[in-house]
């Protein structure tokens, strides 16, 4: 004999939070008319809705006596679910709503090695404690990278020091900066307080990587004066410069702002007597009105008392 498997049609209405609201509220209240007070919402309402929540779970969800209205062991199983799903879609409002008013969110800086180790602990440290569900992700390039990549949309700000480019941004002011000399001790420059660049051009320099900017600036000043850069050593870092020339390897050119953060017991800082030593770092974006609430937030804060 065929034995036929007939099982009941699933009803069409879906399980939907109103629902389930109304099903916690009534647990939680003991009686409809409580629950519909509290939901502000009729009781037949809230009647209805329980009916047919039972009906969409195929389940005896609450035992209706004179007393009052408590959950079956189905019952109670749903209502430890039902609260955790209303938290959680709560929980996405709450934080949509925090992106929507910038107080969520994320911010791609770009920058170069001047003005993350000048300027930028401080500000992200004094950010981040204003607005702490904004992540900020900073990464450090050569401003012509810098102006590049904010171009092309791969990140939200940058910073530079001020250079001719032909991307296409917009530029602020940001920052001032001045460069100084950094000679080992025993050496003879290390005699004077202040010197021309062109004093400097006998003797070995530690420079900065090719490609960034200060590399730049120093072989183009050379260049100005028909002289030419003896790089002994190139370094990607403010830090590598620094030990290379306490070791006695040459001197460097940097900062000055950079300068006083590295512990120098064995190398002297000069001034360096140049109109060009005196720079400018400026902060760029693609579109100021195309930014997100997070990263105009972050632009601000960086822009404050320029």
């Known amino acids: 004999m065929l034995a036929i498997q007939i099982s009941h049609p699933v009803p069409h209405m879906k399980l939907d939070p109103v629902s389930l609201r109304l099903f916690v509220s009534v647990v939680e209240e003991g009686t409809i008319a409580a629950a519909a007070k509290r939901e502000h919402i009729a009781a037949a309402a809230v009647s209805k809705r329980l009916s047919e929540l039972e009906e969409l779970l195929d389940s005896k969800l609450l035992n209706r006596t004179n007393k009052g209205i408590t959950p079956t062991d189905a019952g109670l199983s749903l209502l430890y679910m039902a609260r955790s799903v209303l938290n959680n879609l709560n929980e996405i409002v709450v934080q949509m709503r925090d992106y929507s008013h910038g107080r969520r969110g994320s911010v791609k800086v770009l920058a170069n090695i001047s003005a993350i180790t000048q300027f930028l602990p401080g500000l992200i440290k004094s950010f981040m404690e204003l607005y702490p569900l904004i992540n900020v992700s900073l990464e450090e390039k050569p401003s012509l990278a810098v102006?590049?990549?904010?171009?092309?949309?791969?990140?939200?700000?940058?910073?530079?020091?001020?250079?001719?480019?032909?991307?296409?941004?917009?530029?602020?002011?940001?920052?001032?900066?001045?460069l100084v000399l950094l000679v080992p001790y025993g050496n003879p420059l290390a005699e004077h307080l202040s010197v021309r660049f062109s004093e400097t051009l006998e003797h070995e320099y530690i420079a900065l990587r090719s490609g960034t900017h200060l590399n730049f600036q120093l072989i183009k000043a050379a260049n100005d004066l028909g002289r030419s850069l003896k790089i002994r050593m190139e370094v990607s870092s403010y830090d590598a410069l620094c030990l290379m020339v306490q070791a006695g390897l040459g001197i460097g050119i940097m900062p000055a702002g950079s300068a006083e953060v590295y512990k120098m017991d064995g190398a002297k800082v000069i001034n360096l007597d140049e109109?060009?030593?005196?720079?400018?770092?400026?902060?760029?974006?693609?579109?100021?009105?195309?930014?997100?609430?997070a990263s105009r937030l972050f632009l601000e804060h960086l822009l404050e008392g320029q």
Not at 160 to 166: C, D, E, I, N, V
Not at 278 to 292: F, P
């Open 275 to 293: 109109t060009w030593a005196s720079r400018e770092l400026s902060v760029c974006v693609r579109s100021r009105d195309a930014l997100s609430v």
């Open 147 to 178: 102006t590049k990549n904010v171009a092309e949309n791969q990140a939200d700000i940058g910073i530079f020091t001020r250079l001719p480019h032909g991307a296409d941004i917009e530029v602020f002011p940001f920052r001032t900066d001045r």
